[in-house]
């Protein structure tokens, strides 16, 4: 028997092994393509997951969990000879207690249908990537995803009580429970949170809930220089507010944008701040005139704002699809775009962000900047055509300089997309920079513990 014969009779309708059903679980939403795997299995349980396991384990068969293909680093991208492991089918909100502020749900139940049921209940998942209509709830552990929330609520890790897990040999295991406190030995749970499938393949997880704010306003504040809007953002937060989102675009990105006809821009502005803040209806009008006062004297020139639920939701959308629309901007089918994801303090921002505007300046780079800058997270969009070599090594050479525009300024190369295949060697230079390439070494110890052979997602985040 070979090997989709054998996966078909552990897992009977759930393998798929031909060429046109192989071809979209050869790439991710990176720039990256794979290979076809050797078969793709879609389980419904852990026992599942489980007998797949083992039975690749035996064989040494490579195993690459997948749940939306969102990746943008070629985290999830197959290595010859793999079997995809997609979670999709694994897609059930077990059980929601907002008493207990928790919810239990499968791996691979998608970010915005998670959000939906809560909103029923009044509460909701605060993590908020910008593919969350896409995005699995496993997917986002595995990344330690962030998205626009993340200056209010921080990241996936710190909405993660704990896990269901499946070694590479099939051994199932629960790290932490459903409540809000437990101190028991080393925080495996968190170990999982990042590791971008290389430890272990996690099918549940106890996620906590918050209540949805009462009610929100939006401003947007344009800004014609890049070191004023920075500035803007520090301001805001020294000033004791707590936006609930604070995002940025450049001209670029608001030209895709509106290119897509989701949204029109009042004022064409080469930046552009997005501030959401939240409270009681009948304070949100003053919390507007006071954050209005202060973006004004840091520099904008000119801010509007709303409460309209239709028009927060279509500048929340459009947001969400920045990315996407920028890739209606790319000058020929063989363009390409490369995400920096670089993090400093929120503090640093002018500084960083002069320098980052020099470096695009001076290198000719094509770039497109945008990102969650409230909480020092940039985004730079790089255009480039993956078949000239001397275009991807200006390129290369311009993701190394911003990145380390960061580490001098405290911050990471990067925020919250993972390493993948793509920032392997900027993980190394971080690790030198801070003259710690001895945690390097520590990984790769607790890679071999939990994956003895190296079959789960060879390739990725380490050498």
Known sequence: MGIVSDLESILPGGVLSAREELIPYSRDASHYDGELPAAVVLPRTSGEVSAV????????????????????????????????MSLMRMDRVMSVSVEDRVAEVQAGVRIDALNRRLAGLGQMFPPDPGSSIAATVGGIINTNAGGLRC???????????????????????????????????YDLTSLLVGSEGTLAVVTRAYVKIVSKPQAVARLLAYFSDIESLGRAVADVKAAGMEPLIAEYLDGMTMKAVE?????????????????????????????????????????????????????????????????SSLLKLRRSERDVVLIGDIVVPPSTLPAVLRSINSIVESEG?????????????????????????????????????????????????????GIGLEKMELLREEYRYRRSEKALELMKGIKSVFDPKGLLNPGKVLH
């Open 365 to 417: 780079i094509r770039v497109a900047l945008f990102g969650h800058i409230g909480d020092g997270n940039i985004h730079a969009n790089i255009f480039f055509d993956q078949g000239d070599s001397s275009e991807r090594a200006r390129v290369e050479h311009f993701h190394s300089s911003i990145a380390r525009v960061a580490l001098e300024h405290g911050g990471s190369v990067s925020a919250e997309h």
């Open 151 to 185: 200056v209010r609520y921080g990241t996936t890790k710190d909405w993660i009580l704990g896990v269901e897990a499946v070694l590479m040999d099939g051994t199932v295991l629960q790290f932490g429970n459903r409540t809000l406190k437990s101190r028991i030995g």
């Open 259 to 323: 290119s897509t006809g989701t949204y029109k821009f009042a004022v064409c502005a080469p930046y552009v701040l997005l501030l959401d803040l939240d409270g009681p209806e009948e304070a949100l009008s003053r919390y507007v005139q006071e954050a209005s006062s202060l973006l004004r004297r840091s520099g904008a020139t000119e801010i509007s704002s709303t409460t309209d639920r239709a028009e927060l939701d279509t500048l929340y959308t459009a947001r969400k699809g920045a990315y």
């Open 53 to 84: 396991l083992k039975y690749c384990s035996g064989k040494g068969i490579p195993v690459v969990a997948r749940g939306g293909g969102t990746s943008l680093t070629g985290a999830s991208i197959p290595v010859p000879g793999a079997v995809v």
